[in-house]
């Protein structure tokens, strides 16, 4: 007899190869803490993504606490949320796309506490989402304090005595709460402790899932897991108190199942046009001379820029014109600001995105075009722009050039030049001028000029960004 094995035992497509995002050289292995619940519950949740031929439509919304590194993780979409507000995003995504798989994913010092009125209000409205909701009694990545679902007795660091319940109240059990409003379809309890219970998880994350995938509503899902460093035991040790101690409290079961007796709900998605777009987000001047924008070339164009420096060089704003410009011009743009809690003087940078075709995430890993304006971001981000690709940096600023010989390297004094024109701010539009130059088979300098003060409503800096855009512009002209 031959048995034939076509099963491959493997990472889920769902999952990334390599985990890029987390920006270290352990691109393979995952982050949590060993006996950590998080990996099992994410490879459960990606299987399921995978084997549903969902992973296209898939929007995970992860807030803060450690649930948000589920971003490092997953190749589906991607929002993190403020501090309890993942239902409320969710919420908005899965209205304005009703064809997506809208997960929210959530810890109990994050639903349970801040996010306790968004959670029920969004399961009480019945919104049409999948919540995977990770128990584990503690706040696991800020210390290892009290959360709303801490027991009584159980020892913290802002409980170093055990929780009292006359001065701290009762845990809080979300699973029964939730299971007593009218709209939600599908309420579980479930624990990550061994292979029985792991097989009971797989299951109600299927279900959760199957449940939104055919228009049913609402499924809360919450999974009892173990966080051995904030418990500060051992793996094994953890997984024998959620058995033993955790899931006396909060007992595992079915709360809730009514996904067979609902009709599914189908919403229609509309989508805007430009015009409507460009005057919800009142940005209508940026179509209304269509006659200086010239019909661009459109096919297979897809940019993407890394720019970088210390806060209160205008990168972000540069950055912000760029993908203005672009949408002007009627291509998919993204824009993503990061920067640093000092603000002006500490490190800033973003990303952004232009293309002909729609755009899955905003992040720029490995920029197209690098724009960089000090030397710490030079270091760091110049080994990410892939093999043809361009180095636009300040060599006033910067006195040692970009390494790379595989690459186009442009340098310039971009903060001099600007200096000379009457302000060092005006920089970025010396930078502006040398992208427009390189890209002006695709963007319209013409559109630019006449687009700056649109965008750019300080009207001190009109006359200024003019001459800076046309400096840079020029300097291409002769040096590149």
Request: aromatic letters at 8%; proline letters at 5%.
């Amino acid at each position: 007899m031959t048995i034939q094995h076509n099963k491959v035992l493997q990472k889920p497509e769902t999952f990334y190869d390599t985990f890029v995002r987390k920006g270290d050289s352990e691109l393979k292995a995952t982050h949590y803490c060993p006996g950590c619940g998080h990996g099992i519950l994410h490879k459960l949740i990606a299987e399921a993504v995978s084997d549903f031929d969902i992973q296209d439509k898939t929007v995970l919304v992860s807030p803060v606490g450690c649930s948000v590194f589920a971003y490092y993780y997953f190749d589906t979409g991607n929002i993190q949320s403020a501090h309890g507000r993942a239902p409320a995003v969710g919420t908005g995504y899965k209205r304005a796309n009703p064809d997506s798989i809208l997960i929210s994913y959530q810890g109990d010092g994050d639903l349970a506490a801040i996010g306790a009125n968004e959670i029920i209000q969004a399961a009480n409205r019945g919104e049409a989402m999948t919540v995977f909701f990770v128990n584990n009694a503690i706040y696991g990545m800020t210390g290892g304090q009290m959360a709303p679902t801490t027991l009584i007795g159980q020892k913290t660091t802002t409980t170093p005595y055990g929780r009292n319940s006359h001065s701290e109240g009762f845990p809080i059990r979300m699973s029964e709460i939730i299971a007593t409003l009218e709209a939600p379809v599908y309420v579980e309890r479930c624990m990550l402790t061994d292979a029985r219970n792991i097989a009971k998880t797989r299951k109600a994350v299927r279900k959760a899932l199957k449940a939104q995938i055919d228009h049913k509503g609402f499924s809360f899902v919450e999974v009892l897991s173990g966080c051995p460093t904030g418990w500060k035991m051992t793996p094994q040790e953890a997984k024998n108190w959620i058995d033993s101690v955790l899931s006396k409290y909060f007992v595992p079961g079915v709360f809730k199942d009514v996904i067979e007796e609902r009709e599914p709900i189908i919403i229609k998605q509309e989508t805007p046009s430009f015009k409507d777009y460009h005057k919800l987000m009142d940005i209508s001047h940026l179509s209304e001379k269509e006659d200086v924008v010239p019909t661009p070339e459109k096919n297979n164009f897809h940019e993407e820029l890394k720019i970088a420096g210390f806060g209160g060089q205008g990168l972000l704003s540069l950055g912000y014109v760029i993908a203005n410009v672009a949408m002007g011009h009627q291509y998919e743009v993204s824009w993503l600001p990061s920067y640093g809690p000092e603000m002006r003087g500490g490190t800033a940078n973003c990303s952004v995105k232009i293309s002909d075709k729609r755009i899955g995430a905003p992040l720029v890993a490995n920029p197209t075009t690098l724009i960089v304006m000090n030397k710490p971001s030079l270091e760091k981000f110049e080994n990410d722009v892939v093999s043809g690709g361009t180095i636009i940096y300040d060599s006033g600023l910067i006195d040692t050039p970009p390494s790379r010989d595989d690459v186009t390297v442009i340098g310039l004094p971009a903060t001099e030049m600007a200096d000379k024109l009457g302000s060092t701010k005006a920089a970025n539009m010396i930078v502006l001028g040398i992208f427009a130059y390189l890209k002006k088979q695709i963007l319209s300098d013409h559109y630019i000029r006449w687009a700056l003060p649109q965008i750019l409503k300080n009207k001190a800096f009109h006359e200024i960004n003019q001459k800076a855009f046309q400096t840079g512009f020029d300097y291409a002209d002769k040096h590149v």
